[in-house]
T-cell receptor, first 112, second 114 residues
């Protein structure tokens, strides 16, 4: 099946720093999604990208859909303690594109 | 309730026993998914229901796993003869429109098989 690889696996940063993580795929995706999972919770959608080259922001978050349609990155500016969690990229698969495959995740830890 | 509700939140069982996990979707959400998340891992797709169509069971890891969705609403995931490798968090997600990619997840059911 399709595999989404995320890097880095984990990050330990200082509060106020900017963060960058990316996601790559061996297959082309027509949609890229970024989810965040807080401890003990289910993932929540942060940003959705529907067009190659698209750059989308949501507050301190910015994500881009790579031109090749095989990658995406997520940036977080001026990190704060509540940014802690696991960030997953995701993309649709299956004949109807009606299922999501999730990446391996990037765990973010913020030091005060 | 307003969100996806899953029960039980925690389940500890002995190897070989059967377990049932329940998911109450958001009202009006016709698509329902089950995912499995092992410790420190990503989400593994298990099964997908859409309206009255036959479910997509392509992600179920073995025939010990089954799921049903009654009346297009509540779903139950059943694991028969549980094994230790079944220990994981089982997440249910629903959506009104899968084209957006926005799935609404429950908090999950944590299963521990001793």
């Amino acid at each position: 099946g399709q595999q989404l690889n995320q890097s880095p696996q984990s990050m330990f940063i200082q509060e106020g720093e900017d963060v960058s993580m990316n996601c790559t795929s061996s297959s082309i995706f027509n949609t890229w999604l970024w989810y965040k999972q807080d401890p003990g919770e289910g993932p929540v959608l942060l940003i959705a990208l529907y067009k190659a080259g698209e750059l989308t922001s949501n507050g301190r978050l910015t994500a881009q859909f790579g031109i090749t349609r095989k990658d995406s990155f997520l940036n977080i500016s001026a990190s704060i303690p509540s940014d802690v969690g696991i960030y997953f990229c995701a993309g649709p698969f299956g004949g109807g594109g009606n299922k999501l495959t999730f990446g391996t995740g990037t765990q973010l830890k913020v030091e005060l | 309730g307003a969100g996806v509700s899953q029960s039980p939140s925690n389940k500890v069982t002995e190897k070989g026993k059967d377990v049932e996990l329940r998911c109450d979707p958001i009202s009006g959400h016709t698509a329902l998914y089950w995912y499995r998340q092992s410790l420190g891992q990503g989400l593994e797709f298990l099964i997908y229901f859409q309206g009255n169509s036959a479910p997509d069971k392509s992600g179920l890891p073995s025939d010990r796993f089954s799921a049903e969705r009654t009346g297009g609403s509540v779903s139950t995931l059943t694991i028969q003869r549980t094994q230790q490798e079944d220990s994981a968090v089982y997440l249910c997600a629903t959506t009104r429109d899968y084209n957006t990619g926005e799935l609404f997840f429950g908090e999950g059911s944590r299963l521990t098989v001793l």
